[in-house]
T-cell receptor, first 113, second 113 residues
Framework: SQKIEQNSEALNIQEGKTATLTCNYTNYSPAYLQWYRQDPGRGPVFLLLIRENEKEKRKERLKVTFDTTLKQSLFHITASQPADSATYLCALDPRGGYNKLIFGAGTRLAVHP | EAGVAQSPRYKIIEKRQSVAFWCNPISGHATLYWYQQILGQGPKLLIQFQNNGVVDDSQLPKDRFSAERLKGVDSTLKIQPAKLEDSAVYLC???????????FGPGTRLLVL
């Protein structure tokens, strides 16, 4: 069956460290993979998109990698800050741009001062 | 630029009652989505509109859920009759065009008692 797995347990890290979140998937061949941030009581907010032919994408303190052989994406936040505390969702777009997104359950990140 | 607007923000009803949610997408966005997000899970697509036509409603429980997007702008999602398992946040999102980002509204939190 098709599955998207993100760490269900919260990730607790110290301010200034790098947070690394994992998204694994099975029985999908996504053309695109996206990462979203969701704060309590709010809708998801788009952060980064990476295509199947891209290995890595960066935006300010954020970095995403995409390994289609391992069927895994890693999301890194460097020099983390308490304001980065939120739930981070990965989403697959199987058709590349047609945006029928299939979301993982998300990983909650808590950055402690 | 104004974001996606949704109302009401919260709704409490008893099972077997009806409820309706409203969404106003970002101006000019042709594509509109309704998602259901159950606590602890990622958003699940219910229905996708392109202008006022349905593109995908494969995961919409059509025996009780209905949605419309008259004139290709605002949209309403209705549940009739509601069940306990419909308790969730209902998110609306819109997108300008193919390969563009989805923008989410704040959601409507529904509790069915």
């Amino acid at each position: 069956s098709q599955k998207i797995e993100q760490n269900s347990e919260a990730l607790n890290i110290q301010e200034g460290k790098t947070a690394t979140l994992t998204c694994n998937y099975t029985n999908y061949s996504p053309a695109y993979l996206q990462w979203y941030r969701q704060d309590p009581g709010r809708g998801p907010v788009f952060l980064l998109l990476i295509r199947e032919n891209e290995k890595e994408k960066r935006k300010e303190r954020l970095k995403v990698t995409f390994d289609t052989t391992l069927k895994q994406s890693l999301f890194h936040i460097t020099a983390s800050q308490p304001a980065d505390s939120a739930t981070y969702l990965c989403a697959l777009d199987p058709r590349g741009g047609y945006n029928k997104l299939i979301f993982g359950a998300g990983t909650r990140l808590a950055v402690h001062p | 630029e104004a974001g996606v607007a949704q109302s009401p923000r919260y709704k409490i009803i008893e099972k077997r009652q009806s409820v309706a949610f409203w969404c106003n997408p970002i101006s000019g966005h042709a594509t509109l989505y309704w998602y259901q997000q159950i606590l602890g899970q990622g958003p699940k697509l219910l229905i996708q509109f392109q202008n006022n036509g349905v593109v995908d409603d494969s995961q919409l429980p059509k025996d009780r859920f209905s949605a419309e997007r008259l004139k290709g702008v605002d949209s309403t999602l209705k549940i009739q009759p509601a069940k306990l398992e419909d308790s969730a946040v209902y998110l609306c999102a819109s997108r300008a065009g193919v390969q563009e980002t989805q923008y989410f509204g704040p959601g409507t939190r529904l509790l069915v008692l």
